[in-house]
């Protein structure tokens, strides 16, 4: 049962452009929704994270809008940068467990010039 | 470098064989936790240890997997009679939880950048 579904799984968009990754999930209980960047052969990182008490976050060109009530949440990367070429996990935990971190298929972007 | 550092960075091995992974988490971190990442696939959790203690195994964790974190420092991920199905990316991941007034504050998870398995 995939817990966190996430969409697409390919996304091309042209430098400058606005690439939008969609997730939703079915456990309630998750209360802590962060977003990885991974790059070939690294490990993930931290790229943003947002809680079900705000429906938006922003950090410099990435932004987290939440959907409490429809369980959804979507990542938006503003003014695409080939640098940005890489894959994206959508995840989500629950903080007052031992904060197992479920992740989505992943989204693989691809910024073009 | 103080992030998470994990060794080997490749590994590959006939089928049946013996293999052994080590992550050396954040200094400070008392979680450290095991995933592993097939092909196209988001990670999968596997288990977790606050400080020595192994809290959680996931039923992806056969018996032929075992993982031991001795000082509650570095952590090793052993996988017995290696079979095709284990090929993947192995990632470890450490956190600090510390706790308030109101309950336990679990920080983010950092992430090494894993050990490739190959089964050939």
């Known amino acids: 049962q995939q817990q966190v579904k996430q969409s697409p799984q390919s996304l091309i968009v042209q430098k400058g452009g606005i690439s939008i990754i969609n997730c939703a999930y079915e456990n309630t209980a998750f209360d802590y929704f962060p977003w990885y960047q991974q790059f070939p052969g690294k490990g993930p990182a931290l790229l943003i994270a947002i809680r079900p008490d705000v429906s938006e976050k922003k950090e410099g060109r990435f932004t987290i809008s939440f959907n409490k009530s429809a369980k959804q949440f979507s990542l938006h990367i503003m003014d695409s940068q080939p640098g940005d070429s890489a894959t994206y996990f959508c995840?989500?935990?629950?903080?007052?467990?031992?904060?197992?971190?479920?992740f989505g298929i992943g989204t693989k972007l691809q910024v073009i010039p | 470098d103080t992030g998470v550092s994990q060794d080997p960075r490749h590994k590959i091995t006939k089928r049946g064989q013996n293999v052994t992974f080590r992550c050396d988490p954040i200094s400070e971190h008392n979680r450290l936790y095991w995933y592993r990442q097939t092909l196209g696939q988001g990670p999968e959790f596997l288990t977790y240890f606050q400080n020595e203690a192994q809290l959680e195994k996931s039923r992806l964790l056969s018996d032929r997997f075992s993982a031991e974190r001795p000082k509650g420092s570095f952590s090793t991920l052993e996988i017995q009679r290696t079979e095709q199905g284990d090929s993947a990316m192995y990632l470890c991941?450490?956190?600090?939880?510390?706790?308030?007034?109101?309950?336990?504050?679990?920080?983010?998870?950092?992430f090494g950048d894993g050990t490739r398995l190959s089964i050939l």
């Open positions: 991941a450490s956190s600090l939880v510390v706790g308030q007034a109101d309950g336990i504050s679990n920080q983010p998870q950092h």
């Open positions: 995840a989500a935990s629950i903080t007052g467990g031992y904060q197992k971190v479920t």
